[in-house]
Every structure is written in C-alpha cells, then in structure tokens.
C-alpha cells in the first residue's frame, strides 16, 4: 500500500519563475491538502482540494494555485516566486468519509534564489 | 489569532528514560488533537491522535494526554531511543480529520546514547 508520494524531492529556481508541485494521495485517499513548511516552524496549510475543487484555503496570495485530477492526484502552481517562498511543501492526504487523520508526503524542498 | 503552542523548543533525554513533551493549544472549538514526529528531510510522521471526548489514548511506547480545562496537550513516550530524535508537532483541528490543521513551532527531541 503506497503511502503518499511527492515529485520532485528538490527544486531550485530564480525570482519571478513559475512551479509545479505534484502530489499521488495515499492508496483509498480522495481529499489532498497542501502546506507550507519554512525552515524551524510549523507547517502552514496553503488549500485542500475534493472532487476536484479547492474547497478551502489558508493565508496565501492567489499565487498559489492548484488542481486536482480524476485519479485524485493534485498539483500545486507557485508563480511569480519570491525568495520568500523558499521553504518544503508538503502534501497531505485523507478520506473524506472516513474522518480520520491526514497522512503526509516526504515534501518538495523548493529554494528560490 | 488562536493557534497552536509548545512550552519548550528542545528537549534532551538520555535513553531509556521517558520523555514529556508540551503542548498549549488556545482554540476552545478545537476538538481533535495529533502529533506527528518529523525527522531531518522528511515529512511529519502520524504518530497519535485523540478527539475532545477522551482524556488519555495509550498507543505502542506512546501515550497522549487531553487536559480541556487548561487546554493542554502531551505526548509521553517511554524508555526513548535513538530512534525517536526528532521534531514533534502538536496539531488540532475542529471536527473532521479534513478540516485544516494548525500546527505548532515543534519540539525537538535529542536523545542522548
């Protein structure tokens, strides 16, 4: 039973590009949330998406964008990126009628310099 | 805003000792509480959980306690090993494990041989 995945492991760009997080949910999962982690802190959660559509969101500007496909699986889309936005971003999965806890990806280590 | 606190940043045991880890948390609505244990590059590993309605949830080595009245939150665990140095999160939630967690700074567990 695959847990979590994310792709990529790293990623390094330069301000002002654009990125593209994946996330495969856990094997039984449909709901997928996203977070993000700046080094010593807490993660911050970014949006959750469910049948395919954002159905709550954090503090974070409409930079951040995502989408969820049929199979459950789902991107995150940064653009315009600060140096601010360095940090691990983390992707978590549940079932939405099972009401049980979410269960986290490795993470994608963006550094933008 | 409400959010999720820990009373010490670090913590450094000797092994086969048992350790206590804090946990503050200000949202009275908040009725689901979970750590997680997060080592260097990873992401944060569900370890256990307690809803509202309980006041002790034993799992293997670990045990959570829910204090409602002062609103505070700890995770045992006994005779620590190696193994267990690690961040660990508190998080809470209301309702649902899909609704967004709120996570602490985190608590960093050295265990020392």
């Known amino acids: 039973d695959a847990g979590v995945t994310q792709s990529p492991t790293h990623l390094i760009k330069t301000r002002g590009q654009q990125v593209t997080l994946r996330c495969s949910p856990k094997?039984?999962?449909?709901?997928v949330s996203w977070y993000q982690q700046a080094l010593g802190q807490g993660p911050q959660f970014i949006f959750q998406?469910?049948?395919?559509?954002?159905?709550q969101r954090g503090n974070f500007p409409d930079r951040f964008s995502g989408h969820q496909f049929p199979n459950y699986s789902s991107e995150l889309n940064v653009n315009a990126l600060l140096l601010g936005d360095s940090a691990l971003y983390l992707c978590?999965?549940?079932?939405?009628?099972?009401?049980?806890?979410?269960?986290f990806g490795p993470g994608t280590r963006l550094l933008v310099l | 805003g409400e959010s999720v606190g820990l009373h010490l940043p670090t913590l450094s045991v000797q092994e086969g000792d048992n350790s206590i880890i804090n946990c503050a948390y200000s949202?009275?609505?908040?009725?689901?509480f979970i750590w997680y244990k997060q080592e260097s590059g990873k992401g944060p590993q569900f370890i256990i959980d307690?809803?509202?309605?309980?006041d002790k949830r034993q799992g293997q080595r670990v045990t959570v306690l829910l204090n409602k009245t002062v609103k505070h939150l700890s995770l045992q665990i006994a005779a620590t090993q190696p193994g267990d140095s690690a961040v660990y999160f508190c998080?809470?939630?209301?309702?649902?494990?899909?609704?967004?967690?709120?996570f602490g700074k985190g608590t960093r567990l050295s265990v020392i041989a």
């Open positions: 978590a999965s549940s079932r939405e009628l099972k009401q049980e806890t979410q269960y």
């Open positions: 094997s039984g999962h449909d709901t």
């Open positions: 998406y469910y049948e395919e559509e954002e159905r």
């Open positions: 949202n009275s609505a908040s009725d689901y």
């Open positions: 307690i809803r509202s309605n309980m």
């Open positions: 998080a809470e939630n209301m309702g649902s494990g899909n609704t967004p967690l709120v």
